[in-house]
């Protein structure tokens, strides 16, 4: 279901344009085909979250402000004591999210099902997320990379939503995720509204270059036990 192929002109035939499917007789498409993908492929790549388009125009105005503003910060590399800069590894900046504009709340909302679907789907054990805007300048990209450290079980399913209403191919800044046999399995134009899941441990991609500015959210759903017991301490 959730094997596209190669070429960003095919997606639409394949993904699902689900601005207003989301709730179809009490059922969450999008959830449901995001969590049926993660078991059988492991990434999919949707037309939307079936979220309102005038959160999303303002959740793009927001990051364009805060990047005119100065806000963004160059993003780091690794965790802890060994987070460091590698601008050769990737050069984006990022600022998180915290919920507090009507957008983003509704973003958070949106969020929140997708977790307890998960969760009631694929026994994941999601206990929150986070999220950041990126942009990256022209001339930026992100290597080859995952999410998560294999087998230190904190960020289990990344989520990228993008923010760019008119993006064209020559532009490049696709998202490439390969396959488990390290074959390119799909390249995605980062356009407005379009959103790629995959499981952040598992699934290598990296950002191509962009030759313009590229602008998203990513958002990592996490399952820390050790997050929980410092909250208990
Ligand atoms: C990331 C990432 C992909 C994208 O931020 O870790 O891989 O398409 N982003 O922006
Ligand atoms: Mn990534």
Request: glycine share 6%.
């Amino acid at each position: 279901m959730s094997e596209l192929p190669a070429s960003d002109s095919s997606l639409s035939a394949t993904s699902l344009p689900l601005q207003s499917l989301a709730q179809v007789a009490g059922t969450d498409v999008v959830a449901e085909h995001v969590a049926n993908s993660l078991a059988s492929a492991g990434w999919c790549v949707l037309e939307g979250l079936g979220f309102d388009p005038v959160h999303l125009t303002a959740l793009q105005q927001e990051v364009v402000a805060l990047h005119e503003a100065g806000a963004l910060a160059p993003a780091a590399i690794g965790r802890g004591p060994d987070q460091k800069l590698a601008a050769e590894i990737r050069n984006d900046r990022t600022a998180w999210l915290d919920g507090q504009s009507a957008a983003q709340a509704a973003l958070f909302k949106r969020f929140s099902e997708i977790q307890q679907f998960l969760n009631r789907s694929l026994y994941l054990g999601l206990t929150h997320f986070e999220a950041h805007f990126a942009a990256f300048e022209p001339g930026g990209f992100y290597r080859a990379h995952r999410d998560s450290f294999q087998g230190k079980a904190s960020r289990l399913v990344s989520l990228v939503l993008y923010l760019n209403e008119h993006w064209q191919p020559e532009m490049g800044g696709e998202l490439r995720i390969y396959d488990a046999e390290g074959a390119v399995a799909a390249e995605v134009m980062p356009v407005l509204g379009r959103t790629a899941v995959f499981l952040s441990e598992d699934v290598l991609h990296e950002v191509c270059p962009s030759r313009h500015l590229r602008y998203s959210i990513a958002c990592w759903f996490r399952a820390d036990v050790s997050d929980n017991l410092l909250l208990l301490r």
